[in-house]
């Protein structure tokens, strides 16, 4: 009974360590270019810093490449350093280079708080082949309005790990010589 489960644990390890990693190809928008005067990294999930307020812009567009692309959702992700900042997602605007304009849903400011967190919807899904501006506007600091920002946006392309089967192949390879000295003494 012993050399069984031993015969069988060196099976499913074996089969584990062949199964590789389990990938996906997807697209993503994400912000390629920001301006030279502005702090911040671009990316699927950039990072800017205006005026003191920084900001995290996280595109929700994620489809698997041989899926239709999802309309533009934008995450924005506050953390001002002082209170007093307010925020309309409906000045908002993407724009394409034929002069097309799409404004996110809002339409009043709102007070910005540590961590504070706005879904901005377009309808709209942002081409492969394309880029489009993302004008950020609506963006105050008391009574003074901020100037907007325009970044491009642009469709990105990655792989993610669905399942990482190699990380279960090594807890079998852990866990065999424990196993394997449980049922050589009898205690299994």
């Keep these: 009974?012993?050399?069984?489960?031993?015969?069988?644990?060196?099976?499913?390890?074996?089969?584990?360590?062949?199964?590789?990693?389990?990938?996906?190809?997807?697209t993503q928008s994400g912000i390629v270019a920001i301006p030279s005067d502005v702090k911040g990294h671009p990316g699927s999930a950039a990072s800017l810093e205006l005026e003191g307020l920084k900001l995290r812009i996280q595109s929700l567009d994620r489809a698997p490449q041989s899926?239709?692309?999802?309309?533009?959702?934008?995450?924005?992700?506050?953390?001002?350093r002082e209170l007093g900042y307010w925020?309309?997602?409906?000045?908002v605007v993407l724009r394409s280079a034929d002069g097309r304009e799409w404004r996110a849903r809002g339409g009043e400011y709102r007070p910005v708080?540590?961590?504070?967190?706005?879904?901005?919807?377009?309808?709209?899904?942002?081409?492969?082949?394309a880029s489009l501006d993302l004008?950020?506007?609506?963006?105050?600091?008391?009574q003074k309005r901020l100037d907007p920002v325009t970044l491009r946006l642009a469709r990105l392309e990655g792989r993610s790990y669905d399942r990482l089967y190699w990380l279960e192949a090594i807890g079998?390879?852990?866990?065999?010589?424990?196993?394997?000295?449980g049922y050589a003494s009898g205690g299994m």
């Excluded at 239709?68 to 953390?79: K, W, Y």
């Design 1 to 26: 009974m012993a050399r069984s489960g031993t015969v069988n644990a060196l099976v499913l390890l074996a089969a584990c360590l062949l199964s590789g990693c389990a990938t996906t190809r997807y």
């Design 67 to 80: 899926q239709a692309i999802p309309r533009l959702v934008l995450r924005i992700v506050f953390d001002p």
């Design 87 to 91: 925020f309309d997602p409906g000045q």
């Design 113 to 129: 708080y540590p961590k504070a967190a706005f879904d901005v919807a377009f309808d709209v899904t942002v081409p492969r082949e």
């Design 135 to 142: 004008v950020l506007g609506g963006l105050a600091r008391g």
């Design 172 to 181: 079998y390879a852990v866990m065999m010589p424990i196993v394997a000295a």
